[in-house]
C-alpha cells in the first residue's frame, strides 16, 4: 500500500485498524459486520478499493478521490427515482433549478458545478453535504467513525453480558450490518432485562419531554433508526 503522506490518510488506517481490534474483540470475522457495497453507496468508493484498505493491500490513494463527474454519474446510477429507474436530465434540471443543457454537459465531462448547483445536486441525491467537495479520505472516514460508534455499543453490550449477537441469517435484506447488529443486540438485552439497559430507558423517560426527545433522535441517529433522507430537503431560493 502506499504510504500515507496527508493527516486523513492515516486517519484512514488508523480507523481500519480499530476495526479489525473491534471485530476480533467480538469474536466475529469483518465479513460478519462490515459491508463494503455500503461504505461504496455512501461515498462513491470503488468496493473493490474499499476491500483492498480493509485487506491491507496495495491502494494508491488518488483512487479514492473521484473527479466531480464520476461523483455524479455514480449518483445517477445508484440514487433511482421511485419508478426505480435513473433520473432524466429533464427531472435533474428541474428539481435543481438549471438548464437540461447544463446537465447533460456535467454528466458528460464538460462542465462543473460550482459550489450552490454542487449543494442542490447533493439534496436532490440525498446524500450528504460535501458529497462533491470532501475528499475520498474525509468521506471514509465519516463512515468509518459511524461504524467504529455502533461497534463500541456492541462491545459495551457484550460486556455487560448480551452473549447473543445475529449473525447473517437473522438480518434483514438492504439494512446496514452493523446498525441492524446493534439494534438486535440492543433488544435482546431489553428482553433480558439487563439493568444497565433498563437504567437507561428509566433515566430517558425522566428527561424533560424536549429533552427526551432530543436524546431519543441522537439515540436513534446512532443506532440507525433515523428516518433516511430526513435531513435533506428540496431547494429553494434562498438556499441558493
Known amino acids: 500500500m ?5 493527516n486523513e490518510e492515516r486517519d484512514v488506517m488508523a480507523a481500519i485498524a480499530t476495526i ?7 469474536d466475529l470475522a469483518l465479513d460478519d459486520l462490515i459491508e463494503y457495497e455500503e461504505i461504496t453507496y455512501r461515498t462513491g468508493i470503488p468496493g473493490a478499493v474499499v476491500r483492498r484498505l480493509f485487506a491491507g493491500d496495495d491502494v494508491a490513494w488518488q483512487d479514492l478521490n473521484l473527479s466531480f463527474t464520476e461523483r455524479l454519474r455514480f449518483l445517477h446510477e445508484t440514487r433511482l427515482a421511485p419508478n426505480q429507474k435513473r433520473y432524466t436530465v429533464t427531472a435533474i434540471a428541474e428539481r435543481v433549478q438549471i438548464s ?28 450528504a453535504p460535501g458529497f462533491f467537495t470532501n475528499s475520498g479520505s474525509e468521506a471514509l472516514l465519516s463512515v468509518l467513525g ?3 460508534e455502533s461497534l463500541n455499543y456492541l462491545l459495551l453490550l457484550k460486556a455487560k453480558g448480551v452473549r447473543h449477537i445475529a449473525l ?8 446496514d450490518r ?3 447488529q446493534v ?7 431489553l428482553d433480558a432485562e439487563v439493568p444497565e439497559m433498563q437504567e437507561i430507558t428509566e433515566t430517558v423517560r425522566a428527561l424533560p419531554e424536549a429533552r427526551r426527545r432530543s436524546v431519543v433522535d441522537i439515540m436513534k441517529s446512532v443506532l440507525g433508526l433515523a428516518g433516511e433522507g430526513a435531513n435533506h430537503h428540496k431547494a429553494s431560493p434562498s438556499d441558493r
Request: charged share 30%; aromatic share 4%; proline share 2%.
Open 2 to 6: 502506499d504510504t500515507p503522506h496527508t
Open 20 to 26: 479489525k481490534e473491534q471485530v476480533a474483540a467480538l
Open 100 to 127: 437540461k443543457e447544463s446537465v447533460s454537459k456535467m454528466l458528460n465531462g464538460q462542465r462543473k458545478a460550482g459550489l450552490e448547483v454542487g449543494a442542490d445536486l447533493e439534496r436532490f441525491f440525498k446524500v
Open 146 to 148: 459511524s461504524k467504529i
Open 168 to 175: 447473517r441469517g437473522g438480518l434483514v435484506e438492504g439494512d
Open 178 to 180: 452493523m446498525a441492524h
Open 183 to 189: 439494534r438486535m443486540a440492543m433488544q435482546i438485552a
